[in-house]
């Protein structure tokens, strides 16, 4: 069986997904949450059309780690 491919998002979209999430209280998220919360932002419209136009993307730890990296 092949290793699963790591998702990646533009940072606009992992930065509405981290705010949908603790909007609803999450403060831990998985790969999967984020996946949902971006597919939801879309089909409902929430995210702009450049918001995800191909481009620079990164992983949830890469995001994660760069996140915590500003906060210190």
Avoid: N
Avoid at 25 to 49: C, F
């Amino acid at each position: 069986m092949a290793p699963q491919k790591t998702k990646t998002f533009t940072i606009r979209e992992l930065d509405a997904a981290v705010i949908m999430l603790e909007i609803t209280g999450k403060t831990t998220y998985t790969e999967a949450d984020i996946e949902a919360a971006v597919k939801t932002l879309k089909v409902r419209d929430l995210l702009p059309s450049w918001s995800h136009e191909k481009g620079v993307e990164y992983s949830l730890e890469e995001y994660l780690a760069m996140k915590q990296a500003k906060q210190k």
